[in-house]
């Protein structure tokens, strides 16, 4: 039984590893960690966990935490880990981390999309971003996972097996996503009252949102040179689901027969990745509560340019889930331990 | 390996059983029957299933389905079943309905608000009402369930107590009801279109409900008398969830304690009955996607009345996770198999 | 032209009051007060008022306000302006009060309910219950109003003519609220989050809640007697609108005809009150952005009740239309004026 | 006064036709058509209009029609006015067609992309495309108005004035567009019920939607030469609203203030178009209700790429409240009249 320790176990993202873990058959939770509610009941705070979890939060400490739990998961704001991060804690345990803290590799980018000086950048050589489908294979002897952001991971798989092939060119990659909004978390702000998101969308960020240069550095990963995207998020009136529309210049002709076998041979094997049929559109409900993400293309010979589409639920793949899959591949479990879930509709 | 047929697949609730019995370890499906889909890839109707089920849909044919299943539910519509059950197919497969055929064993006020001829009223005795909390022990033996329907569930549930108990005058139940518009199936009419129904919220059926008599007959067995009760459902912009606040007359004086442990005493032990903590009222969001009902209370001195209140997911306490319940029951299984997902938030 | 004074200007309702006299041919804004956003421009608080008001937020000034404006409306919190209110003001500008302090006539009991200390209770005798239909002559000379809250005037016009003429038991009313989330408000509050609100719905405040009393004073009113009632709110997942859904035992058996020409009586001649057709069920969205209030009943022989009906939009009817319909009255101006858009939909 | 005439008055921009001439102080309704509701009071189609009209609809018969108003106005099907405009009709009223029947040039484009043999080509030369902001001039002495599309408005409206001023290369535009629901219109269809749109987002028409030639042909007028677009419009689960984000390489360096200076001297003068501030992103429901388009943009300066985006109310602006401008222009009226309420928010 792995057992396993939450810092910041009060946020959506932390709420939903917590359902998840309930359902875990190898793992379980030792410590809820909730600096705001310490002492608090879990479940006068999430009273869906009412009857289903008896302990209280606690406060945050990383090290007393270290000794108790296997692998500790920060669902924290940016900066915190890296602030309070040691060699020793990661001796004693494993760490996820769903923050950004350790997901660029590139120190100066990082630190000037942050705005903020990174507390511990030894660790960031070390640290591996954890995109099950990518990097597999290194997520299984890490110490430290970087568990990628909600935007980055759906941008990514929508658009990697093009770039990869070099079907299509990077630079033109424009990134346009939307997405529910749990993803703002669950602080007090007017801007994400009912009555401000309801009935309404915009886009924010505009060409300023953190996620773009860590989804850049992947696709460079990808692409073997340094890329620059567009990228603009957009907030939707729903609870979960992000659904990323890009679009890139095709570097040369190539009808759907080919494109789609791109796809399959980079997914048929991804029992989370689902590269649905021609001309049907990844929708957010059809992933909603599972960790698959949903893709999709359409090459628009008029203009030159493959439309690819990926729709997946934010609080699950987008952090909680696949920060499990990470444990997971970590622990030498199966991937689709405890995330093997149908989607949930309506 | 219990082996399943589903008639009427294609529905919410349909589909719900679906991805119920997905994570159901004792359980397999064998048979997606949905007449309007016949051979059509069930995962073509319902995208969320994509890649998990690869079957196709089958025509309706009970009896040949009655040879390969060990049990059989039937979410369709009222009427179809008691037109087509037989003594031959129940000797060969237990039968679970989600529809209101076999509910009500009082003949003449079945066919009074149905405004339908009984198509088998033979089997009306032996079916039993399966609210799994109040005829576990009948359920246990049982060829034919009446599985219950969504608002009596969450309706009897919430007053059961009280009435049992003598607390409240039956007479005196008013029940006010909200739900969820995936009540109101997957046929495309114009008042369930999402502008229809969005930003809106409206009683149906006042006074004329065809739950009414099905919840008067559960509370007059609980009473030990015929009662006659109110009952107005409204249509909520909500995809799931019952909301039920019921209002009555205390018949004497009892307190918040006293009236507590009295849920106390029906509900303890109930794994899927949550008695909230005191001034905690129930919300569907805090029960969705699971088995649960949660239930609470308010004493109102005021006025001599309580106001009871009890919330549950209409495709799953409502529907198809007490329909897995009552299989549960009848196949010896532990009760929440394949139902101890926690609720999801949000 | 009437000068019109607001104080609390930035909330939901007194943004509601700006848009509604923007469109009000003989009023004109005068003072957009808003303690929280003092010198910013009002259209950077509302967008939708961008290019359309070019004033900026004032600090609240009544005694300077007085001065410059006929009228003052106060969108404020209890008890603001009980506690600022002065012979002096109301002998220079009519107050129009969208608070609670002045509603209720009986000091202890707006007291308890309210939990805090009157500030000059020697107004409360002088305010108008500003309930428009019912106290259209008190209205025309007042120099203080005090305007019905949003539950009061949706539940009081909806059971008024069967209280009035003696056909329903005034002490069985049971009344069963549903709002919209923004009668809650703009503050900054986790339960008001999206997330939190959407895809949920919860009573709140049962037994409990402070319109309770106001309502029952009214309808004592009306009865000729003190009367004691239930009424339970409950949060929809929506912007706008409020449904009302009561319950009384009859004290005589009288028909759907002899009930309608009742409601007929009362309301035929009162252009916001529209009676429906029979069996047609008031919906929010029937009357959203307009100051209709739809009215509709059910006569339930079974049970003996009537079963009342009533929808309107909480921020027009429910708030900022009445207080312009009240404005109206005091001015001699027909009482539609700026109010006669007809609903929007969808 | 203006007779007008409505064929197709019960769809959703039907009845938003209907709404805003009820406030219309130059303009009365005097022909409701509506084919499915012949004989049938309007306001039992929509309850809105309840007490407010007592018409019934009538059937389709535009040469009667002809002799009964000034100006028609179709909200009907595609094709369904080119099979029936006649010269004669012409000589008789003014038509404004909501539909796309003239608003593509090239009758091969429109062939194409719409799969109908057009029944009227004669016609097209003659009528005026009435994005009014643009082809004031020619709307004025029109006897044929096409009416835009909502997302041609939104899209064309946003780029429009940086194609006009050769900033951006009109080939490298992409428009990702999101629309609420209502655009869909009042058929019953599966796809649009609640609970199949509620709580997601999906792409539809990728690479195909018919707006697109659409879009071209007026992106081209203001290039000066032919421009083909990528165009892929999104359903979001709300009522109303388009959002469009508009993505264009710079042909040369520009920064913050010389775009916005541009903006400034297309729109400036024009009522309905506001240009926001600095890093203000536009809103739907900031809109809502009302015929304004909100735009704004932002400088990447890292991608040589600007980011566009506009705002509507699809029902308003981009139909029924774009009809009523052209009008009003026709008729000599300003430009705003019935046309100048605010947007309603919440």
């Not at 704001?77 to 060699?87: H, S, V």
């Not at 949903?294 to 639920?313: C, Q, S, W």
Request: hydrophobic fraction near 40%; include cysteine; charged fraction near 25%.
């Amino acid at each position: 039984m792995i057992k396993v320790g939450i810092i910041g176990a009060t946020g959506y993202a932390g709420n939903e590893l917590v359902r998840i873990l309930m359902g875990h058959k190898d793992a379980e939770i030792v410590w809820l960690g909730s600096r705001s509610y310490v002492d608090k009941p879990y479940s006068s705070v999430y009273q869906n966990m009412f009857r289903i979890i008896d302990d209280v939060c606690r406060d945050d400490n990383i090290s007393e935490l270290a000794d108790n739990a296997d692998v500790i998961f920060t669902a924290t704001p940016q900066g915190y880990l890296a602030g309070i991060l040691t060699e020793d804690i990661l001796s004693r345990a494993k760490v996820i981390d769903l923050s950004a803290d350790y997901r660029i590799k590139d120190l100066p980018t990082y630190e000037k999309w942050y705005g903020i000086t990174h507390g511990s950048p030894g660790f960031i050589p070390e640290a591996v971003y954890g995109l099950c489908e990518i990097n597999r294979d290194k997520v299984k002897n890490a110490r430290l996972v970087a568990n990628p952001g909600c935007y980055p991971t759906c941008s990514f798989l929508s658009v990697y097996p093009l770039v990869k092939e070099g079907i299509i060119d990077p630079d033109t990659i424009i990134i346009d996503a939307k997405s529910g909004t749990s993803g703002a978390g669950r602080g007090a702000k007017t801007d994400n009252l009912f009555c401000e998101v309801n009935e309404s969308i915009k886009a924010y960020g505009v060409a300023t949102h953190r996620h773009t240069p860590e989804i850049e550095e992947q696709i460079g990963y990808a692409a073997g040179k340094k890329v620059t995207i567009s990228f603009t998020p957009h907030l939707v009136p729903m609870n979960r689901g992000i659904l990323v529309t890009a679009y890139a210049n095709m570097l040369r002709k190539a009808g759907y027969d080919e494109i789609k076998s791109i796809y399959d041979k980079y997914y048929d094997n991804e029992f989370f990745v689902r590269v649905l049929d021609m001309d049907v559109c990844p929708q957010t409900k059809w992933v909603e509560g599972s960790n698959f993400v949903d893709v999709n293309f359409k090459v628009d010979e008029r203009t030159g340019r493959v439309i690819m589409m990926g729709a997946l639920d934010n609080v699950v793949k987008g952090a909680a889930g696949q920060a499990v899959q990470n444990m997971n591949i970590m622990f030498g479990l199966p991937e689709s331990e405890g995330l093997s879930a149908a989607p949930m509709f309506p």
